[in-house]
């Protein structure tokens, strides 16, 4: 899991060249479902629209094309757990997105599909730290 140290350390690295490693592209497709996969319900994160946008932001710069919301998400998930990587030229929307989860408001309880997106967003960071050696 990222410390919050490790979140803006992932954030300056992906807007200065790092890239996600291919390795890891997983646990974004895990990241991108959890936020398909979270119910707003009535107490989700302050911010978790602008969060849910740059997810959508990235999945379509990703994507040849462009479809419904719901459908552009399902399929960068797809497209990243069978095994394509994530351009290195899409590292700053990577960043973007990461930044938007840095910035959410949590409420005391989270509910278990939020902290799934929270600790989506945590193990993205952790993998791009951990690639920078």
Same mark, same amino acid.
Not at 6 to 18: F, P, Q, S, V
Not at 71 to 85: F, Q, S
Not at 87 to 92: G, H, I, K, V
């Given at each position: 899991?990222?410390?919050?140290?490790?979140?803006?350390?992932?954030?300056?690295?992906?807007?200065?060249?790092?890239?996600?490693?291919?390795?890891?592209?997983?646990?974004?497709?895990?990241?991108?479902?959890?936020?398909?996969?979270?119910?707003?319900?009535?107490?989700?994160?302050?911010?978790?629209?602008?969060?849910?946008?740059?997810?959508?932001?990235?999945?379509?710069?990703?994507?040849?094309?462009?479809?419904?919301?719901?459908?552009?998400?399902?399929?960068? &998930?797809?497209?990243?757990?069978?095994?394509?990587?994530?351009?290195?030229?899409?590292?700053?929307?990577?960043?973007?997105?990461?930044?938007?989860?840095?910035?959410?408001?949590?409420?005391?309880?989270?509910?278990?599909?939020?902290?799934? &997106?929270?600790?989506?967003?945590?193990? &993205?960071?952790?993998? &791009?730290?951990?690639?920078?050696?």
């Amino acid at each position: 899991m990222a410390s919050g140290d490790d979140m803006d350390r992932a954030i300056r690295a992906l807007r200065t060249g790092a890239a996600l490693p291919a390795e890891s592209c997983g646990l974004l497709a895990d990241l991108i479902e959890a936020h398909v996969d979270a119910e707003v319900g009535t107490a989700p994160p302050k911010g978790w629209l602008i969060a849910d946008m740059a997810a959508l932001d990235l999945a379509r710069a990703a994507l040849d094309g462009r479809s419904a919301a719901p459908d552009d998400l399902k399929r960068i &998930v797809a497209a990243l757990r069978e095994g394509t990587p994530l351009q290195p030229e899409l590292s700053p929307k990577l960043a973007a997105l990461l930044e938007k989860h840095q910035l959410l408001e949590w409420p005391e309880e989270p509910s278990e599909a939020w902290q799934s &997106v929270r600790d989506g967003a945590q193990a &993205v960071a952790a993998a &791009v730290v951990q690639s920078m050696g």
